[in-house]
């Protein structure tokens, strides 16, 4: 079982503090979603656990040791961090046999990562001729060639189409399930809400949570009740007298802020005021994020582009 485990790392690029006293682990058995507006950090991170930048403090390892020292590093750790990197004069094929090489891994897998990533049928063609989204495949067959313990992608879902996104969520639930570390970047809470059980969110360098999903909801959300009923006046009544705060909207439905069906149910019905609809709703995660790293942004727009115009 390995893990990624990040300790008081920082990094600094002349006066640009890029990782700033970072610490936190990413453990098998769980997708660990990486967050954090644009500049928060996230890809220096992720180079300097694969050792492709120092730290100017602090340690980065996997498995308790640093890239750099790891016997079977392709075994460790598959890595997707940019797609742009390969070769594009040499074959999708080619281009993989050199990495299996270097890493001592058997020729044999490179058909094998072909296949499961499907690019069997354009190994042959060189890589210029790839379009963003073979070229994402042909990244993440790289990771996967040493059938690593541990996963790191930096937003694999760029450039894929929506079958191609529901593949690589797939791809990585299975590490996950089958007790493999995965870690994988997004700018996005939605998509990331869709794969990871874990939220590791940055904002300039910092950590601002390091959490599970759930929790970080029950943390940074607040939950409200939508209801419909033949007595909303008294239904009003009873529950600011309860405490709560209900709103009527233009069409008679009523919501009420920081509540939960469970609790307005049971007033109800003892009251016995008939309820029409009772539906509570989903808070939502992206508020959350935004809620959490509003003013975290590096490049924020500080200016509307329609007052530009004006
Ligand atoms: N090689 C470098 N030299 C100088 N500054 C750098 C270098 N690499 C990153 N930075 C700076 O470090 C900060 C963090 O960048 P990083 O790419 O790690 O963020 P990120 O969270 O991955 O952002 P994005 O989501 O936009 O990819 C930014 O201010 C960036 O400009």
């Not at 006066?15 to 979603?33: C, I, K, M, N």
């Not at 390892?61 to 940019?82: F, I, N």
């Not at 794969?195 to 943390?219: M, N, S």
Request: hydrophobic share 40%; aromatic share 4%; net charge negative.
């Amino acid at each position: 079982m390995t893990s990624i485990d990040v300790v008081n790392l920082t990094k600094e690029y002349g006066q640009t503090r890029a990782v700033d006293g970072l610490t936190f682990s990413v453990l098998p058995g769980r997708v660990t979603g990486f967050l954090g507006p644009n500049g928060a950090g996230k890809s220096t991170t992720m180079r300097l656990v694969l050792g492709l930048d120092r730290p100017t403090s602090g340690t980065a390892t996997v498995g308790g040791r640093s890239y750099a020292s790891l016997d079977e590093p392709l075994r460790t750790v598959g890595a997707l961090l940019d797609p742009g990197a390969a070769l594009g004069a040499r074959t999708a094929r080619d281009h993989l046999r050199v990495l299996a090489a270097a890493g001592r891994l058997p020729t044999s897998r490179v058909d094998e990562v072909l296949e499961q990533t499907g690019i069997a049928s354009v190994a042959r063609r060189r890589i210029s001729t790839f379009s963003l989204g073979m070229r994402q495949r042909l990244g993440i067959a790289a990771a996967l060639l040493g059938d690593p313990a541990v996963l790191m992608l930096d937003e694999p879902s760029n450039g894929l189409d929506p079958e191609g996104i529901i593949w690589i969520r797939e791809l990585m639930r299975e590490f996950a399930d089958d007790g493999r570390a995965v870690l994988v970047s997004s700018h996005l809470m939605s998509e990331t809400a869709a794969v990871a059980d874990h939220l590791v969110v940055l904002g300039k360098g910092r950590l601002l949570a390091d959490t599970g999903i759930q929790d970080f909801l029950d943390e940074w959300t607040t939950p409200r009740v939508r209801l419909r009923t033949t007595e909303g006046e008294r239904l009003r009544g009873v529950l600011v007298r309860e405490g709560y705060q209900p709103v009527q909207a233009d069409d008679g439905r009523w919501t009420v802020e920081n509540a939960r069906v469970e609790e307005i149910g049971p007033i109800a019905a003892r009251e016995g005021i008939p309820i029409l609809e009772l539906a509570g709703e989903g808070a939502s995660l992206e508020a959350a994020y935004l809620a959490l790293t509003s003013g975290e942004a590096e490049f924020t727009t500080t200016t509307s582009p329609l007052s530009q115009e004006v």
